[in-house]
């Protein structure tokens, strides 16, 4: 049996714009993701260095509860594609480049500390469940203002978790409740008659010259 490759539509990250999730390890184990701008190298290189943007880092606990459904998720389009699927390497793995904006948003949305293990888990399914269109414009928006790692929680990292974690078991009273309504004053209806009577016939009304149907109401000259 053939063993996915350490990747997930990006063979070489040099050489590629894409994303590059990397595994520390310690005590205070993390989960980082770059952003990697790849490209060939020149002639006249002996060596090269693509540029990085770190765009998120976040707990390892956080990382092993979603990473599997990303997993999941990346393969099945994948395989649609008549691609080869991926796998997470226990150190650094490579993504294609939509690939890595879909997953930065769901990182974004779980990345801080106070994250509830429900709240991840509502996370991930609210993500799934959105278009891969509407992940990109997401993450266009968010990295355009809140993209670097030292931004967690701002602008439109904070509204992701919003979006994305809202639906636990907390959230029941929201959703069910409904808040400003109610009733113009009461006015009579002249048309209202008691069980068994008869509804009273509404007087007609003359027509005067404040309304709007006065012109067409008034008889037309004899010529």
Known sequence: MTTAPPNFDCADIYQEHGYLVRLTKGRDAKVQVFEV??????????????????????????WDVISPELRSEFNRRLKAEGKPVGRWAGDETALQRLLGKELLVL???????????????????NWVGLKTEERWWLYTMTAAATGLAHQCGMGWRGALRQALCFGTRNDTFHLGAVAGRGTLSPRANEGYAP???????????KSTPDDPGFLFAAPLPAE
Request: charged share 35%.
């Open 107 to 125: 990182l974004w949305a779980v990345e801080l500390p106070d994250v509830k293990p429900e709240e991840v888990a509502v996370a991930i399914r």
């Open 195 to 205: 069980v068994g009577g008869k509804p009273k016939r509404a007087k007609p009304q």
């Open 37 to 62: 701008f790849g490209r060939p190298p020149t002639e006249r290189e002996a060596q090269w260095a693509p540029e990085t943007i770190l765009r998120c880092e976040a707990s390892r606990d956080v």
